[in-house]
């Protein structure tokens, strides 16, 4: 469950859903029942790894997608290197601009604002 903070939640493709309430779609109770494990255990909370004094790399055990965590101290930059794949920002505190390399136009960031690259 999740109890504080700022949470983050991305998906991979599926269509492995099992509902069991709160949507008008197809609910099948009895299925995800016998999916359920009644035993407590301690949540596996991932920590992440420092790739530089900026960013903090999450890779979950799926090929799907990664997460950085980007923190740039006011009045400083951050290049982002490459990828090989579409890429979304996330803009969570304070503001900036975003600007592709070799590219003369900027888009103004600030919280709860989204970027697809």
Same mark, same amino acid.
């Given at each position: 469950?999740?109890?504080?903070g700022?949470?983050?939640?991305?998906?991979?493709?599926?269509?492995n859903? @099992?509902? /069991? &309430?709160?949507?008008?779609? *197809?609910? !099948? %109770?009895?299925?995800l029942?016998?999916? =359920? $494990?009644?035993?407590?255990?301690?949540?596996?909370?991932?920590?992440g790894?420092?790739?530089?004094?900026?960013?903090?790399?999450?890779?979950?055990?799926?090929?799907?997608?990664?997460?950085?965590?980007?923190? @740039?101290? /006011? &009045?400083?930059?951050?290049s *982002?290197? !490459? %990828?090989?794949?579409?890429?979304?920002? =996330? $803009?969570?505190?304070?503001?900036?601009?975003?600007?592709?390399?070799?590219?003369?136009?900027?888009?103004d960031?600030?919280?709860?604002?989204?970027?697809?690259?």
């Amino acid at each position: 469950a999740y109890i504080k903070g700022e949470i983050l939640e991305c998906m991979a493709c599926s269509d492995n859903v @099992v509902r /069991a &309430g709160l949507t008008p779609k *197809l609910k !099948d %109770v009895d299925t995800l029942v016998k999916m =359920l $494990t009644y035993k407590s255990t301690m949540p596996e909370i991932s920590r992440g790894e420092r790739i530089d004094q900026n960013c903090l790399l999450y890779v979950p055990p799926v090929d799907d997608f990664a997460i950085e965590v980007i923190e @740039v101290p /006011a &009045g400083s930059s951050y290049s *982002l290197p !490459d %990828v090989l794949s579409p890429s979304v920002i =996330l $803009t969570l505190e304070g503001s900036g601009k975003l600007q592709q390399n070799g590219n003369r136009i900027t888009m103004d960031v600030s919280f709860g604002k989204a970027a697809f690259m």
